[in-house]
Every structure is written in structure tokens, then in C-alpha cells.
């Protein structure tokens, strides 16, 4: 029984790490994900299903959409969301023993879910909902709609299945046993089907992303998408944050400094001012300091149609940028922006 990792063992997981990276990002192998997405169905005692693939998981759900729009007796079809999800959790998991899984857990599990779940799976999961939810129900026939909801219930992105790839693939070269083919058609599976809306007799399946762009562990590109699927379908983002194309493609001296004070989302706002400079998002919109304290800054900013309203300058001490916050119409002094911002005089060590 493997119970502690050596140093040389240790010294690999960084391999692991960079090739199941990169895998995310290798294109998908048609016959493979057929072949194995029968298989997972088979182990689910369920019938062989057609399989549909479309170009992103966008392009996808709209192919699904479309296909139970002409389909009149839905009644064969079921979702089986939850029964792949359960059957995909149960195959390899109890074959680890409890304290190699935390070492793992705290080494690479820990450098991997950073990247492919928190990042990558977790950003694309909150667009696709949120569009499927949204922008097909404004651009879609009426007679699409009533199947959007279903659909929004059934999808499984599984680009974070690869940090249990990488798990897996980790244990067996240090030693760890596992049913050959339930190891199989995990690694297999999750190594070529990210994402999949199953159904009693047909799943739909999208290709793998084209392009992931990465900058210290975050997803970044500041010339077009971060996450690019082969359609074109994908995701902006700048050092983590998802962003629009807007902010992402129009220059930083083109790009409007007014964005600051429409955005609600701290984050987007701080990429807005990371890249647009500070100084130049001051000048742009007639700062004047009402009140300057330690690295705080309180600002008058013109917003235009004589709207003067105040704003709280500062660094974000986590990361080292600055950010601009608005504040009470009431706050004179930096102590009174912060107090009515943290309920507290006390200055924030992470701004939220």
C-alpha cells in the first residue's frame, strides 16, 4: 500500500500537471468519444444512442434544441444528466487509499483544479447558462423556446473531469491498482467528451476547445478570445476575469472610461482600469480629489449630463492594482468612503 509520496515522485507531478493541460486543448478524436460514450452508456444499462456532435457547447444545445423541435413524441427521451454524472463519480474514486488521496488532494489535485475547475470550467459553465437562459431566448423561434430549459438542465461540462484524469494518471505511475477498465473508459471518456447533453438514445457532444490561453495560471489574452471553440463561440477574459469582447479588442486608448462607472462587477472594473491606466480613466472622466489618505484617494468623477458623483480610488493590496469604486453621494472624506463601504474605518487588506 502506497501511503507517502517520495521526493522523486514529487518531482513528476509538475509533468502531470503541464500534460492534462494541455490536453483540454487537444482536438477531439470522433471515433474515440463515439466509441466511448457507448461504452459509459452501456455501463448505464442504457441502449446504444445516436451521436450528435456540434462545434462548441453552444452550437451544440442549439443542435439539440433544433432536434427536439421536430421531433413530436418526446416521451422516449430522458435526460441522464444525473446517472452519467453518478456513474462517471463511482468508477475509480474508492480505489484510493485515504491518505495518498489527501496528499494528492494538497499537491497536484489542489494546482489542477485551479486552473481547469475554477478557471476554465467554472467561467464557461456561468456563460452558458446564463446564454442559453438569455440570448437564445431573444434570437430563437418561439417554437425553440420551451426546449431551452430542459436542455439547460441536462448539460455536462466536463473540462474539469481532466483534473481527475490527471489524478488518476498520477497514481498509476506511482504504483496505485485499478480495474483496467473501469480505468479505461474514465480516462478515455473524459479525455475526449467535455461536453455532453445525454439523453435516452441520442447524447450530443461538442468539439474541444481550439485555443485556451493561460497567463500565470489565469485565463488571459488581451487580442481576442481566451477560450476559443471552432466556431468562434468562446470566452474573453483578462487575468481571470470574464470580460466583453469590448474591453478585450477595443485599444486602451479607444476604450471608454466611462465603462468604470457602468460596471457593477468589481473585477471587470478592475481589469477596465488595469487596462485603460489609471491616470488616463481620471483625466478622461474631470477627476477632482476631495480627500487623499495614505494610498486612498476620494474623486469627484464627471459622468456626464451634469452628473458629479464620488468615487474611492485605490490599490487592491492582494494583487497590486488599482481599482475605483463608487461610493455614498454623502462621502466627504476617505474615512467616511470606507466606512460606508467596509462598515468600518478600517482599511481593507483584499478588496471584495
Not at 22 to 42: F, G, Q
Not at 245 to 250: A, N, Q, R, T
Request: with cysteine; aromatic share 8%; net charge neutral.
Amino acid at each position: 500500500m502506497i501511503t507517502k509520496l517520495s521526493k522523486q515522485q514529487e518531482l513528476e507531478i509538475p509533468k502531470f500537471i503541464d500534460k492534462w493541460i494541455k490536453v483540454a486543448v487537444t482536438p477531439m478524436n470522433h471515433n474515440k468519444s463515439i466509441e466511448y460514450t457507448k461504452k459509459l452508456y452501456k455501463l448505464m444499462k442504457q441502449e446504444e444512442p445516436i451521436i450528435i456532435i456540434g462545434l462548441s457547447p453552444m452550437n451544440t444545445a442549439l443542435l439539440c434544441s433544433l432536434f427536439f423541435t421536430l421531433v413530436k413524441d418526446r416521451e422516449g427521451f430522458s435526460q441522464l444528466r444525473s446517472q452519467l454524472y453518478s456513474q462517471l463519480d463511482s468508477q475509480l474514486s474508492s480505489q484510493l487509499d485515504s491518505q495518498l488521496r489527501s496528499q494528492l488532494d494538497s499537491q497536484l489535485h489542489s494546482q489542477l483544479s485551479s486552473q481547469l475547475r475554477s478557471q476554465l470550467d467554472s467561467q464557461l459553465h456561468s456563460q452558458l447558462s446564463s446564454q442559453l437562459r438569455s440570448q437564445l431566448r431573444s434570437q430563437l423561434d418561439s417554437q425553440l423556446h420551451s426546449q431551452l430549459e430542459d436542455i439547460n438542465q441536462n448539460w455536462c461540462l466536463g473540462l474539469w473531469w481532466l483534473t481527475w484524469c490527471a489524478w488518476y494518471d498520477y497514481s498509476k505511475f506511482i504504483g496505485v491498482e485499478f480495474n483496467e477498465d473501469n480505468y479505461d473508459l474514465f480516462m478515455n471518456y473524459n479525455s475526449e467528451v467535455t461536453f455532453i447533453i445525454p439523453y435516452k438514445g441520442i447524447a450530443f457532444i461538442s468539439e474541444k476547445p481550439t485555443e485556451i490561453h493561460w497567463k500565470d495560471k489565469r485565463l488571459h489574452n488581451e487580442k481576442g478570445l481566451a477560450v476559443k471553440y471552432p466556431d468562434n463561440y468562446g470566452l474573453y477574459c483578462l487575468n481571470g476575469v470574464g470580460v466583453t469582447k469590448e474591453i478585450v479588442e477595443i485599444s486602451a486608448e479607444e476604450l471608454d472610461a466611462n465603462l468604470v462607472t457602468k460596471e457593477k462587477n468589481a473585477e471587470v472594473r478592475r481589469e477596465i482600469v488595469r487596462k485603460i491606466g489609471v491616470e488616463r480613466v481620471c483625466q478622461k472622466l474631470n477627476a477632482k480629489v476631495l480627500d487623499k489618505q495614505d494610498a486612498y484617494e476620494l474623486l469627484n468623477l464627471d459622468l456626464g449630463e451634469n452628473r458629479i458623483r464620488p468615487y474611492l480610488k485605490m490599490i487592491n493590496p492582494s494583487i497590486g492594482t488599482f481599482h475605483i469604486e463608487g461610493v455614498s453621494p454623502d462621502c466627504k472624506t476617505v474615512e467616511e468612503a470606507l466606512s460606508w463601504r467596509n462598515g468600518t474605518k478600517e482599511k481593507p487588506t483584499i478588496l471584495t
